[in-house]
């Protein structure tokens, strides 16, 4: 991540993380049944407005030569929160419609990002502080079962489970962006963030 030496910029990805963990705990309260599916234009909306911090947070650590967390946050932020949220809101109003769309669309993007996650990890497991690694894993687990749930490969029983798998990464998000914030604030570990997985 990005530090503040001579004028540079510093890291914005505290926020990038805040957008993932909102993404997450609403991902979360949909495929767990905690709202009504009314709310789908809403999570759009939330969505989008996540996609505008993702980008942001991608240029930023890209310019600041940080490959893995720039590129993902760039995917992220263009597919998982640009066309979620767009998507979200088209498909709301196509049931309201009675538009007829073969969603199994979906799967096969998931399945792009789902295969790129799994292959990126271990830059994950071996760049990144533990909790991170954590975010990751968690997400690879999460977007495995959105994926093959749109895909129609497995069952919509699985989506309590994804939910559990993408709310364990949005609060590992919170304390990843919040150690960030705090540890630089106090010069030292207010919270702690051990080092990577892999050496």
Not at 64 to 73: A, E, S
Not at 97 to 107: F, M, Q, S, V
Not at 151 to 178: E, T
Request: one cysteine or more; proline letters at 4%.
């Amino acid at each position: 991540m990005s530090s503040n030496e001579h004028g540079a910029w510093a890291s914005p990805a505290p926020a990038g993380l805040v957008a993932l963990a909102i993404a997450c705990f609403c991902f979360y309260a949909v495929l767990g049944g905690k709202v009504d599916h009314s709310c789908i234009p809403l999570l759009g909306i939330w969505l989008l407005g996540g996609f505008f911090v993702q980008v942001i947070v991608a240029v930023i650590e890209l310019k600041g030569g940080h490959l893995t967390g720039g590129n993902v946050f760039l995917f992220f932020s263009a597919f998982f929160m640009l066309v979620g949220g767009l998507e979200f809101i088209f498909k709301y109003f196509a049931a309201s419609n009675g538009w007829a769309i073969d969603t199994r669309i979906d799967g096969w993007a998931w399945l792009v990002l789902w295969i790129v996650l799994i292959m990126w990890t271990p830059a994950y497991l071996k760049q990144s502080p533990l909790v991170m690694s954590l975010v990751v894993l968690a997400l690879d687990a999460g977007v495995f079962f959105v994926a093959f749930m749109d895909l129609q490969l497995i069952s919509h029983s699985y989506a309590a489970l994804a939910s559990k798998f993408l709310l364990a990464g949005g609060i590992l998000g919170i304390y990843v962006a919040s150690a960030i914030v705090l540890n630089t604030a106090f010069s030292k570990n207010v919270l702690p963030m051990p080092g990577p997985i892999l050496k």
